[in-house]
């Protein structure tokens, strides 16, 4: 299963994410590769760190060299040795993200609870949407980020900005498990550790992570709503063909329709 966590951001807190959905499905025995296809690449250091601390697991960590034509053959090195691959990816490198969405079985897109730019999350509904064209059978889960006090309780959010890109998204499911975002895991995270490696262990955050892996293989099951499936479709043609239309007016039209305002 291809798993690719995504958002249009640099949040350390995806990553993190992607790091320990990974190392989760290492723990049980499974060949796991973890694709870094962002800019600051998050998951690449985590991996040196991870190294140099001495970490052993049947994790490994890879850029995203190569992606497009790895991710498209079924026969590739990549989708015949590892049981999961689970991508981190962040949209800067469009080429490298539309190439591991276009093969994802299954998107996993965190939203934070103060995310409060909406017509960011609008744009990236429709870029979710547009790619249903190139792969239909994609299935979207979308995961609230909720922050949390010193005191271990999770700060309130007046609006859902998680449960409105559920809603946006034609076919995209909003998780039951809530992320937490721990005091300790950005820390965590630079020594190259995850929730799964820890000692002590934060036993509420492994659960997190084992309950949303949960939520995902379900996911990859569920039977599409093909009548939302074929209006998330129409919907990507129908923005397309108006974009190839606004691509073809002319200078001159343009201009008397801005002087006629």
């Not at 053959?73 to 469009?94: F, K, M």
């Not at 008397?256 to 305002?261: D, I, P, R, V």
Request: charged content about 20%; proline content about 3%.
């Amino acid at each position: 299963m291809i798993i690719t966590v995504f958002s249009q951001d640099e949040s350390s807190k995806r990553s993190i994410l992607a790091a320990n959905l990974a190392a989760h499905c290492a723990l049980h025995y499974r060949k796991v590769l973890l694709i870094d296809a962002t800019a600051p690449h998050h998951a690449l250091g985590w991996s040196a760190c991870r190294d140099a601390a001495g970490i052993k697991s049947k994790l490994v960590v890879r850029g995203a060299e190569n992606l497009q034509s790895e991710l498209e053959n079924p026969a590739s090195y990549s989708r015949s040795h590892y049981a999961e691959i689970v991508i981190d990816a962040d949209g800067a490198n469009t080429q490298d993200t539309d190439a591991a969405l276009v093969a994802t079985d299954v998107l996993l897109v965190p939203v934070h609870a103060r995310q409060g730019e909406m017509h960011n999350l609008a744009a990236l509904a429709e870029r979710i949407d547009t790619l249903k064209l190139f792969n239909p059978t994609l299935r979207v889960l979308v995961a609230e980020v909720q922050p949390i006090s010193a005191f271990g309780d999770t700060q309130n959010s007046q609006s859902n900005p998680a449960r409105q890109v559920a809603n946006s998204i034609l076919t995209a499911v909003l998780a039951n498990t809530v992320i937490l975002e721990w005091i300790d895991d950005r820390s965590t995270f630079q020594q190259g550790r995850s929730a799964m490696d820890c000692s002590p262990r934060n036993q509420r955050a492994v659960a997190e992570i084992q309950n949303l892996y949960q939520e995902i293989a379900k996911t990859r099951t569920q039977r599409l709503d093909p009548v939302a499936n074929s209006r998330a479709i129409l919907q990507a043609l129908q923005r397309r063909t108006e974009e190839k239309e606004l691509c073809h007016i002319s200078p001159d039209i343009a201009s008397n329709q801005a002087s006629a305002m």
